[in-house]
């Protein structure tokens, strides 16, 4: 079973930052969409940064600006660069990516791809913010 793994969350104050990382096989680079989401306690999973394969990027309007995604298809790891964290930021995050070879032209990027559409997930990492 194909596993990502997360790494770098942590407890932090209110406008501190956190550089979350994703390993993956190299293969998985190959993926149409890799990206980053996030669940809080009682709340649904949800997408806060993509990166599509030629490297375009998308953010959910909530982290603009604070949040950056990137990637290193050599060293097969992602990233998510978040600044300015708030309280509500607080939630465990996860990296994911579509099947690889499939592709996903149809979206205008690969922040509008269903949740369900990403096969692959890593098993979380803790952010926590406090005020």
């Known amino acids: 079973q194909v596993q990502l793994v997360e790494s770098g969350g942590g407890s932090v104050q209110s406008g501190g930052s956190l550089r979350l990382s994703c390993a993956a096989p190299g293969y998985i680079y190959s993926s149409y969409c890799m990206a980053w989401f996030r669940q809080a306690p009682g709340k649904e999973r949800e997408g806060v940064a993509a990166?599509?394969?030629?490297?375009?990027?998308s953010y959910a309007d909530s982290v603009k600006g604070r949040f950056t995604i990137s990637q290193d298809n050599a060293k097969n790891m992602m990233w998510l660069q978040i600044n300015s964290l708030k309280p509500e930021d607080t939630a465990t995050y996860y990296c994911?990516?579509?099947?690889?070879?499939?592709?996903?032209?149809?979206?205008?990027?690969?922040?509008?791809?269903?949740?369900?559409?990403?096969?692959?997930w890593g098993q979380g990492t803790q952010v926590t913010v406090s005020s």
């Open positions: 994911a990516a579509t099947l690889e070879g499939k592709s996903y032209g149809g979206f205008a990027h690969c922040g509008a791809v269903p949740l369900a559409d990403y096969s692959y």
């Open positions: 990166i599509d394969n030629d490297g375009s990027t």
